[in-house]
């Protein structure tokens, strides 16, 4: 990946000290199953795995490329399997290591296309087949601060519409639910919420929940 999907800097800094709010649904997790094999990609502190934990799942890991973030998570749950992913998008994991793989406000943090991509191959490989992937991300929002910001990107760096930087200096992205969908050839929507969350600097935002099976 190149810098932009990246930003590491910035993920070693300010970003580790946000708070991180994209909910669980209970619902969703009595599908995965008790004893499913769970990756976090994009772990940051740990508090999906953490919240799985408590609901008794018992093989549950995380990874992030912040190691900023790795260690908030390790003072939090020293309990928990948190490890720093050093060439990311690549898992230093065998094909079919898990059944669940969750990317929660992940692709939010990777502008490129092609960036995207690579990840959702990666996490491919790593799915056993059947496997589960539950992503939760934003989509574009209808706001006018939001439509200026994503046409003032896009035309002065020809980023894909809805890419836009935060006023702390994060480059992100807000995605047309089709792109989401067109980024998962590999897997059958079993279904779909929209919901509202808090972003990581504190604004009221739109974002959606996906569950697809592998095929």
């Known amino acids: 990946m190149n810098g932009l999907d990246r930003q590491l800097t910035y993920w070693d800094t300010a970003g580790a ?3 991180f709010t994209h909910p669980v649904d209970p619902g969703w997790t009595t599908i995965m199953g008790r004893e499913a094999r769970i990756l976090d990609y994009g772990c940051g502190y740990g508090r999906v795995i953490a919240e799985l934990s408590r609901r008794g799942f018992s093989d549950v890991s995380g990874v992030d490329l912040s190691s900023a973030l790795i260690a908030r998570g390790h003072r939090l749950h020293p309990d928990l399997r948190l490890a720093v992913l050093e060439s990311p998008p690549h898992l230093p994991y065998p094909p079919t290591s898990f059944d669940v793989v969750l990317l929660f406000a992940v692709l939010t943090c ?9 990840l959702i191959a990666e996490l491919v490989r790593v799915l056993a087949p059947g496997g589960l992937l539950y ?8 706001d006018e601060r939001s439509r200026d910001r994503y046409a003032a990107y896009a035309r002065r760096f020809g980023t894909p519409y809805g890419v836009f930087a935060t006023d702390d200096g994060a480059v992100v992205r807000h995605h047309d639910i ?5 980024l998962l050839p590999e897997f059958d929507l079993m279904e779909e919420r929209r919901i509202s969350v808090v972003t990581m600097n504190g604004h009221p935002a739109r974002a959606v929940q996906l569950l697809a099976r592998k095929r």
């Open 110 to 118: 990777i502008p490129d296309d092609d960036a995207q991509r690579a």
């Open 178 to 182: 089709a792109g989401l969908y067109a």
């Open 135 to 142: 992503i939760s991300d934003m989509v574009l929002q209808d």
């Open 17 to 19: 000290e946000k708070t």
